[in-house]
Nanobody, 126 residues
Framework: EVQLVESGGGLVQPGGSLRLSCTAS????????VGWFRQAPGKEREGVSG??????YYADTVKGRFTISADNAENTVYLQMNSLKPEDTAVYYC?????????????????????WGKGTLVTVSS
């Protein structure tokens, strides 16, 4: 069974940091693009950050604050989130797919992503 499992969400104060993890089972990331997406209640899903063959892409809203990285040995992709803002509050989803670069997947809100995790909630609040 193909699975993507996110972890690391929680409650953090504005200005704080959090690291999300996405671990794949049933397949290896290899040539796959892996991306992070988020959705707040009443809002459409938006791309946050993605990585393709080690090449990262960031949405303008998180550039300079978030860092995506991959540990191929553990088949895990991380999203380090610093300087968190209340508007970062959302359910964060990990997704993966072939044949699309991270930039396209992120800009198009998940285009080309075939596998999705169930999400992890990030709440940024005082």
């Amino acid at each position: 069974e193909v699975q993507l499992v996110e972890s690391g969400g929680g409650l953090v104060q504005p200005g704080g940091s959090l690291r999300l993890s996405c671990t794949a089972s049933g397949f290896t990331f290899d040539d796959y693009t892996v991306g992070w997406f988020r959705q707040a209640p009443g809002k459409e899903r938006e791309g946050v950050s993605g990585i393709t063959n080690g090449d990262p892409y960031y949405a303008d809203t998180v550039k300079g604050r978030f860092t995506i990285s991959a540990d191929n040995a553990e088949n895990t992709v991380y999203l380090q989130m610093n300087s968190l803002k209340p508007e970062d509050t959302a359910v964060y989803y990990c997704a993966s797919g072939r044949g699309v670069h991270a930039a396209a997947a992120i800009m198009l809100g998940g285009y080309g992503m075939d596998y999705w995790g169930k999400g992890t909630l990030v709440t940024v609040s005082s």
